[in-house]
């Protein structure tokens, strides 16, 4: 069980800044991928960014130059730099870890979600 907690979210302003974080339970070298997905009114929960244990990044073509995916290993801890806001950046964003047990398979976990606004 790997429990996330986000935390950052809220008011931004287009061309402006937020970073998101994500508090995980469970050492993060334990976890294979972990990411950050989006879901606005109405649509689908997409990949946003996304980051292995061996540190790949990954990023939606929507995002790329402007997101920047981390982890503080030490403090396991996921970040989101989200810069250039755009108004279609407004979403609640929720964290996901991905890890394989041995036991038990790979087991994939959400944080709760936080809402990030982004006003034009």
């Known amino acids: 069980q790997v429990l996330l907690v986000e935390s950052g979210g809220g008011l931004g302003q287009a061309g402006g800044s937020l970073r998101l974080s994500c508090a995980a339970s469970?050492?993060?070298?334990?976890?294979?991928?972990m990411g950050w997905y989006r879901q606005a009114d109405g649509k689908q929960r997409e990949l946003v960014a996304q980051i292995t244990s061996g540190g790949s990044t990954g990023y939606a073509s929507s995002v790329k130059g402007r997101f920047t995916i981390s982890r503080v290993t030490t403090k396991n801890t996921l970040y989101l730099q989200m810069n250039s806001l755009k108004p279609e950046d407004t979403a609640v964003y929720y964290c996901?870890?991905?890890?394989?047990?041995?036991?038990?398979?790979?087991?994939?976990?959400w944080g709760q979600g936080t809402q990030v606004t982004v006003s034009s």
């Open positions: 469970t050492s993060i070298f334990s976890i294979n991928v």
């Open positions: 996901n870890a991905r890890k394989y047990d041995s036991d038990s398979g790979l087991g994939e976990y």
